[in-house]
């Protein structure tokens, strides 16, 4: 038995254990190198009995055989025919839609299995991820660091400035000596407070979150096998990113109504887990790589955890290298800066110090030897085989889902909402709709029967890249992230709001509403009432479930309530009704005047607005009865229609420009990679924090939109939520089209702001005055480049279709002619060709008219 350590000075290097007695107890020792050679022998060939792709036998003898004690192994391993098997009882099979997993059954050391870090209770603390992001965790790491030295300097300080304060009076340098150490201290405190300031700075840059990790299918002779790899990691990275992902589930099990290690303690572990084999890849500071394999728990997380507790282990130290200190023997050597990296040498230690001190009098009853005696060993099911390794990790979380949704343990709201969402996308698949679906929803996308669903699947469920949507876009719009998200957003809100077909006829009989193909899926996957009984609680289910599936798209994640009411019970029955014009076309639209491209932009903006790191529309605040006290109410609804209504009326500060500049700075800010700059090159400040102190402002980070002035021009100030509500108020929101009011409010209320002022001017008789000519001339010269690039558009994609057409009858005629068969009748023909008369008749005239259009440009 051969360990890897990390020393400081020396590097990494190999020791070898002691040469002692084992002491006998119920911990069990880890078996030897040749039963972990046969343990991978049985399992590749059950793996090819049953047609499945095992794991890589490196993961088997590393990660599995160095976690079962050395009669377990012989226990479930057997030789049938010469071959090395495992005995039937010790495996199962279980089937997962179309894919097949193996499971082996067995009894693993309790401290084999560390928590997995893609837990679906914790996944709302993730953030997407991202090369930047994960460059940020490094800074973040070194900025904790930072933090921490600062702490001691200051105590540091702080000691010496009491020493220098004690001192005799009679010294004739103490007030010198004092004066320093006063000074020493101020520095060591303002130090602490600029770390700390930068630590808040790259906190604010990750949404407060950390990205998720990356999990791919491992690979052997460049096949995909039936375990789970990490990209590789710096160790303070790995370190970090695995301890916030056991603070998260440690924060996420304090629901549990009992308390679980005294649980284990009393009974043991009575019910089996779920694991899975995985690699972490952590780069050292010698620019070496170790490659540590481990079983990480796919279900029962919350009892791993519990159970590396009472072992008195850290799970970073399992995944990332265990200091000899934390396992000692009682003869050494033990030294803290040697890191044990081989999992058998670890665990022996463990079984080693906990059987010497259980069978030792005088032990302590609280002892963790003690209180670990029943879960020495636990039962756990682990994955020793696949038939699709690829698609491993959704089988996994599937499972893992299915698990959790059907317990007693309650989820976070946001966990719970975007597991039942994966639940619907997996209906949609099980159903083979998803395609058809996407298909429908975006007529103009260039490729919808080449999408790859499986890739679409966890694009949408954000457990994948969302390039494998790219076949949604129109051909002339280009692929980018900004556009790729806007897709994304769009199809979760089909999937969640399907069409509905319309009602046909009323007649006297009695009639069974036709609710289509979609409808039911959705409705079976949430288990809600019929389509009959849609209520006002079931359309604010379904947009806290859209909320949540939509969030997971951005780095700054913020309350899934701030979409609520942008849904409701029309919606939910007859479909979402979304606009199918492509991002680019609404953009242009808007441009060019177009009032319904607007309001339709502003539907698609509604997410980035919410999830923001200055968030400009946020949950139902404040009373309408006491503003006073609370402050104005003001509704998420109520924010995206004072931004619709400021297209169309006349707002002072207001104009086309800020509003189209806006548009696209709010749609571009979550992919931006550094924070904002003022025009002069300064540092921008919010726009309610303007006559803050600098100290107490909102670090500047990116993804922050500057503000836009009348020309559309940015300024220095960051759009946040009082520059929103001051540029759009709340009585804008509440007034119509028609100068009516809702929300209880009256028309004069709607048409005039908190200063009395009202927003569109009248004549004397209450009438409209006629328009200037010169802001008419304006406002065409303004939209007609967008109108040109709209009907460009147009007729491009007319000319596009009319290849296709010539190329189809193109085909159609030398297929007839190979195959011999009879032309059309003569009636259909001329049919077709009467109605492609009236199709380039109508080229011909539209011609003539951009002829005329080209003429007229000389005198505008």
């Known amino acids: 038995m051969v360990g890897c350590v990390l020393t400081p000075s020396l590097g990494w290097e190999r020791t070898t254990p002691l040469a002692t007695k084992r002491p006998e107890g119920m911990y069990p020792y880890i078996g030897t190198d040749l039963w ?18 095992p794991p890589p036998r490196s993961a088997i003898t590393e990660g599995l055989a160095t976690a079962l004690g050395d009669t377990e192994i012989k226990k479930i391993v057997t030789t049938t025919r010469g071959k090395k098997v495992l005995i039937p009882s010790a495996w199962r099979v279980v089937n997962s839609g179309n894919d097949k997993v193996l499971l082996l059954l067995c009894d693993v050391h309790g401290a084999a299995v560390v928590p997995w870090d893609l837990n679906d209770r914790t996944v709302s603390s993730w953030a ?23 702490a ?3 105590k540091l300080a702080e000691k010496e400035r009491d020493v220098r304060r004690r001192a005799p009076s009679d010294d004739q340098h103490a007030a010198a000596a004092l004066a320093a150490a006063e000074e020493k201290y101020a520095q060591a405190t303002k130090r602490v407070r ?40 710096p160790y303070e990275v790995a370190f970090h990113i695995n301890g916030y992902a056991v603070d998260n589930l440690r924060r996420s099990g304090k629901t549990r109504g009992y308390d679980l290690a005294e649980s284990l303690v009393a009974a043991g572990q009575l019910t089996r887990g779920m694991s899975v084999l995985q690699q972490w890849q952590v780069t ?32 970073e130290h399992l995944v990332t290298g265990m200091p000899q200190s934390a396992v000692p023997l009682p003869k050494g050597p033990n030294d803290p800066g040697v890191l044990l990296l081989n999992q058998r040498e670890i665990l022996n230690r463990v079984s080693h110090a906990f059987n010497e001190a259980s069978a030792s009098e005088a032990t302590e009853p609280d002892h963790n030897a003690l209180r670990a005696m029943k879960i020495a060993t636990v039962p756990t099911e682990i994955v020793i085989g696949c038939s699709n390794p690829t698609a491993l990790e959704h089988v996994l979380r599937a499972l893992n889902v299915n698990d959790h949704l059907r317990g007693i343990q309650p989820y976070d709201e946001d966990a719970r909402l975007i597991a039942l969402f994966a639940t619907l996308v997996d209906a949609y698949v099980k159903d083979g709709r998803l395609g058809p679906v996407l298909a429908d929803a975006f007529p103009t996308a260039q490729g919808a029967e080449l999408l790859d669903l499986g890739g679409v699947r966890d694009a949408l469920t954000a457990n994948g890249p ?59 996957a949430l288990q809600e009432a019929p389509w009959s009984q849609v209520r006002a609680k079931t359309a604010e289910a379904r947009t806290r479930l859209w909320s949540a599936a939509v969030a997971q798209l951005f780095l700054h994640r913020a309350n899934i309530l701030s979409a609520l009411g942008m849904f409701g019970t029309t919606e939910v029955k007859d479909g979402s009704g979304q606009d199918p014009r492509p991002l680019k076309e609404l953009l242009l639209g808007a441009e060019a005047g177009d009032a319904t491209a607007w309001e339709a932009l502003v539907r698609r903006m509604a997410p980035a607005l919410i999830h923001a790191p200055e968030p400009l529309i946020t949950p139902g605040q404040g009373s309408e009865a006491g503003e006073g006290r609370k402050g104005v109410r003001r509704t998420p609804t109520n924010a995206l229609a004072a931004l619709t209504l400021a297209y169309t009326e006349a707002v002072p500060g207001v104009s086309r420009a800020l509003l189209l500049a806006f548009a696209r700075s709010v749609l571009q800010h979550p992919d931006a990679t550094q924070a904002p700059e003022a025009p002069d090159g300064g540092l921008p ?27 559309g021009d940015p300024t220095s100030y960051v759009a946040d939520k009082e520059w929103f509500d001051h540029l759009f108020p709340t009585e804008l929101g509440r007034a119509s089209r028609t100068g009516g009011a809702s929300d209880g409010t009256t028309s004069t209320e709607a048409g005039s702001d908190s200063s009395g002022e009202p927003y569109d001017a009248t004549t004397v008789n209450g009438q409209t005055p006629p328009a200037d000519p010169r802001d008419r001339l304006t406002e065409l010269r303004r939209e007609l480049p967008a109108r040109i690039e709209l009907a460009e558009g147009i007729y491009q994609r ?3 279709a009319a290849n296709a057409l010539l190329a189809d009858f193109d085909e159609a005629s030398r297929l007839r002619l190979r195959l011999g068969e009879d032309p059309l009748p003569a009636d259909q023909r001329i049919q077709w060709m009467e109605r492609l008369a009236l199709a380039r008749g109508k080229a011909q005239e539209s011609a003539t008219v951009l002829s005329q259009a080209e003429t007229l440009i000389l005198q505008v």
């Open 194 to 233: 600029e770390a700390e300031r930068t630590k808040a700075a790259l906190l604010a840059t990750l949404g407060q979150r950390r990205p998720r990790p990356v999990v791919h299918a491992a690979q052997e002779d460049e096949e995909p096998r039936s375990a789970l790899v990490l990209a590789e990691q």
């Open 466 to 524: 969302l390039d494998p949507l790219a076949p949604l876009l129109p051909a002339d719009e280009k692929v980018s992230p900004v556009t790729l998200r806007d897709i994304a957003i769009r199809a979760i809100t089909t999937l969640v709001f399907p069409d509905v077909p319309p009602a046909g006829p009323q007649t006297a009989r009695r009639q069974v509403r036709d609710t289509g193909l979609d409808w039911p899926i959705v409705r079976a």
């Open 798 to 800: 007319a000319i596009d």
């Open 36 to 53: 972990g050679e046969r343990l991978a022998d049985a399992v590749e060939n059950i793996c090819e009995q049953e047609g499945v792709i």
């Open 685 to 711: 400040v919010c726009y309610g924090e303007s006559l803050w102190g600098e100290e107490d402002r909102t670090p500047i980070v990116p993804g922050m939109v500057l503000a836009p002035d009348l020309n």
């Open 152 to 154: 001691k300097a200051v």
């Open 284 to 315: 050292n500071e010698d620019g070496g790589t170790s490659r540590l394999w481990r079983m990480v728990a796919v279900t029962a997380n919350n009892r791993a955890l519990a159970r590396l507790d009472i072992f008195g282990l850290r799970s």
């Open 128 to 150: 997407p991820p991202s090369p930047e992001a994960t460059r940020r965790v490094s800074e973040l790491v070194a900025a904790e660091a930072d933090v921490e030295n600062a």
